[in-house]
């Protein structure tokens, strides 16, 4: 078996949830594939006036609890399992967070770095003229996620509203404040992971505020992470990497000049006075926490083995492989799950869209009050499933008590519905 293959992970992870819950065998069948799986070539329009070919995959993974929900990536090793598996996360990331919404997915093969604005809005366009017919505010929602950005969302909502023939802000969220996005959706990713490590550090007994915290990432999730540690806990963050490497500092790293070495040289491994760390080396750290916020397989069983912190708080989609799930357990680390940690996105994407629909918009303070409520509502309730099953004389991980509450909940639908 390819161990590092998304979507076999995503299967192994739900099969092995279906068997400790004892999930009924039909139900288990139909959550095992996706509802809808569609790839397509999409023309661009290119600087030299050229033409070229992207491939683009928008899967729906399941609906039955509402509209599918979920991003669009834009990256360079994107392929048909990696959105299979996103899709598959997605599905579980709404259910735990009782939302109604199914999960889906998209992604486009391409190296952003390598492309100009004029050449990423022809992309962004392409992609609903060919994926449009597909999505709705009804049938299935896009958001921003790896490489996709609010100006993203704004062209694709732009060209979506014109094939329609009338404006349609509930189709795609994530959006600008100028298109009707929501307050507090740009770091909202970030935050819900912060309300996760607020109620985790108590359980694990760790004091915040001297806490010291390493971070993979500095994108649309590690980026805000940054600054929302300190700024929440006051706590030290001493590592961080991005795609080419990072940099470790006893005394902490200040988020200003990350800010500008990245601004200046494009990453954030030419920050001065510090020392060199690669991506490998960031899960050595002698750190209290550690926080994933890139993108998938990054812990494996390959590096578990060398993680020293006591938390490791998954911001990214799918960073642990589940042989790392299961020696960070053995090894009595907190491992708080990727759909229970990094839901505050589409929590808040979910708040978009109830305000497009109703033409009604709220304040900062009250996107964040329910973005609390609502994770710290999730937190509970894994930590309480845990619990549940301990005292049936059985000990899982958090990993596996989340997918068994949102298991309950799709399965429970389908089968209101007649799925089966
Ligand atoms: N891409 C984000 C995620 O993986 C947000 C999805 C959304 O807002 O629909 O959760």
Redesign the pocket.
């Known amino acids: 078996m390819d161990e590092l293959n998304p979507f076999l992970i995503s299967q192994i992870q739900l099969d092995k949830a279906a068997e400790i819950m004892n999930l009924d065998k039909a139900a288990h069948a139909i959550l095992r594939e996706p509802m809808r799986t569609v790839e397509m070539q999409i023309p661009v329009k290119m600087r030299d006036n050229s033409t070229k070919l992207f491939t683009g995959f928008r899967v729906l993974y399941n609906n039955a609890r509402g509209p599918g929900?979920?991003?669009?990536?834009f990256h360079p090793q994107e392929n048909i399992n990696t959105v299979k598996a996103?899709s598959a996360?997605?599905t579980w990331?709404?259910a735990l967070a009782n939302i109604p919404?199914g999960g889906s997915?998209g992604g486009v093969v391409c190296d952003t770095k390598q492309m100009n604005d004029i050449e990423l809005e022809n992309l962004s366009r392409q992609y609903i003229r060919s994926f449009g017919s597909l999505l709705g505010p009804k049938t299935d929602?896009?958001?921003?996620?790896?490489y996709t950005t609010p100006q993203i969302m704004a062209w694709m909502d732009d060209e979506y509203s014109k094939l329609v023939g009338h404006n349609e802000f509930g189709m795609i969220?994530?959006k600008p404040l100028e298109l009707w996005g929501s307050e507090g959706?740009f770091d909202s990713?970030a935050l819900g992971g912060m309300y996760v490590l607020r109620e985790l550090s108590k359980l694990a007994g760790i004091d915040l505020k001297n806490a010291k915290i390493a971070i993979q990432g500095f994108g649309?999730a590690g980026n805000f992470a940054f600054s929302l540690v300190k700024k929440l806990f006051g706590s030290r963050i001493v590592a961080i990497t991005d795609s080419s490497g990072g940099v470790y500092s006893e005394q902490g790293l200040d988020y200003e000049k990350l800010q500008n070495t990245k601004k200046q040289t494009g990453t954030i491994a030419n920050y001065e006075n510090a020392e060199k760390i690669t991506n490998e080396q960031l899960f050595e750290i002698d750190a209290d926490i550690i926080i994933p916020a890139a993108i998938e397989n990054q812990i494996t069983k390959q590096n578990a083995d060398k993680i020293k912190a006591k938390i490791v708080l998954e911001l990214a989609?799918g960073p642990v492989t589940p042989e790392a799930n299961d020696i960070l357990f053995e090894k009595n680390i907190y491992d708080a799950p990727d759909?229970l940690v990094?839901?505050g996105?589409?929590?808040?994407?979910?708040f978009?869209w109830v305000q497009n629909i109703n033409g009604y918009y709220w304040t900062e303070d009250e996107v964040y009050k329910k973005l609390d409520a609502i994770m710290t509502k999730s937190f509970n309730d894994v930590i309480n499933t845990q619990k549940k099953y301990q005292d049936k004389s059985r000990k899982i991980d958090m990993r596996s008590a989340a997918y068994i509450i949102a298991l309950e909940r799709v399965a429970a639908t389908m089968k209101i519905r007649g799925w089966y």
């Open positions: 929900k979920g991003g669009i990536r996103l996360w997605m990331k709404t919404y997915k929602i896009p958001a921003p996620d790896v969220t994530g959706r990713t649309n989609n759909f990094n839901s996105g589409v929590i808040v994407s979910y978009e």
